[in-house]
């Protein structure tokens, strides 16, 4: 049989390209820097790094932003990201509405819509999500070819590689992945991610998590899920669905889930359980100051005012959370026998109740587990709130396009 050599040439511009992406990457995570520093990074010697730059230069991937401080002699030249290289389209989809928002390279948000399409299980849902990100980007004048791709996160059991979310099969028909789909309409490149992964890749690269190693990230929404950080990599498992928190059965004699099984943690601590169990309060008598906040129109009842009441001090809802925290925190104290963390990041529209939330959910880590877990433990509100979501799917989506560009 013959031999295939590989030209010395490819094997130069495996390397070289290695070497772009790589450089980009640590651009886009870690800001400006000099030629001197990226050689190093790198590997590479000063004519290879200058001769890497200037063709980045020519392909408009980066552009001198300044000097940086000198030890001795000329200050050094700074090269960066040009942010006006792309936009990127990244849509927030979930249960209750969906956002559509325009980042530039640099993560600013340019552009932002919340429009009123909840996630349902049938076509309908992506016909008025095309039709909505179409009129979203003719209104403000953004023609596609400007686009570099698209970030889609969403809840439910995604497999990424596959481009498939097995919780809403019935949004495509039948075997056509949701990521083929998106393709043909806008296209572009797609990635789709789940959105608890998603929080977590934007918490480890922007907020609490950054540059710590084992991480859990608890996202409180219409569901409950959990990232995890293990060496500082996002665990995915085997087929992606790692970290589904919410559907651990907690209550045998409990409620059906919305995903067929009885008692699941959702059934007690998601954002639709804590609005339930409020109305059945009402409805029951208790005395709380939700009724007057919703003008007696308890179908208008949601979390937001349920959080308002906490902070204004009303009881009754101050309970309401206290359970929802200390029945997390019980489900959390097991998901820190398993994966020893150093810090969990509470995220989710219920993390907006600050330590209303995050005191129970410590207290209850404190009784369920072993002393020695917590030693090097801290709880924190997520510091980004809902936007590192946002922008772990941008982060997501750049990693992803750069490893395609460059492969």
Known sequence: MDLVVEEPNSVIDIRKNRIRS????????????????????????????????NELIREGWIIETGTGPARAGRPPVLYGLNSKKYLTLIMDINRHDTQLVIFDLHNQLILKRKVDIRLDDSSTF?????????????????????????????????NSSQGINLTYLNLTPP????????????????????????????????GFAREKSQVLTINIDWGVGLGIII?????NGASGFAGELGHIQVKPDGLLCHCGKIGCLDTITSAIALIRRAKEGINSGKATILSQIVN?????????HIIEAVHAGDEFSIDL??????????????????????VIIVGGLLAEAGPFIS???????????LSDFKNSLSIHISKLGAKARLLGTQAHLFEHLIAKEFS
């Open 231 to 235: 060496n500082g990599e996002v665990f």
């Open 126 to 158: 992506l016909e008025q999500l095309f039709e909505a990100s179409d009129d979203f980007l003719k209104s403000n004048n953004i023609n596609v070819s400007k686009l570099w791709g698209i970030g889609v996160s969403m809840p439910g059991l995604i």
């Open 359 to 369: 005191n129970p959910i410590e207290q209850a880590i404190n009784k369920y587990c």
């Open 22 to 53: 790589n450089l980009l990457l640590h651009l886009y995570q870690s800001g400006d820097t000099s030629i001197n520093k990226m050689a190093r990074l790198f590997h590479a010697s000063i004519p290879s790094a200058t001769g890497i730059v």
């Open 296 to 304: 007696n129109n308890l179908d208008l009842l949601d979390t937001s």
């Open 175 to 206: 075997g056509v992945p949701l990521v083929s789909h998106l393709k043909k309409h806008f296209k572009l490149p797609v990635c789709l991610f789940n959105d608890t992964k998603a929080t977590t890749i934007g918490e480890h690269r922007f």
């Open 321 to 342: 959370l206290s359970t929802v925290g200390t029945e997390l925190g019980k489900g959390l104290a097991t998901a820190v026998h398993l994966f020893n963390p150093e």
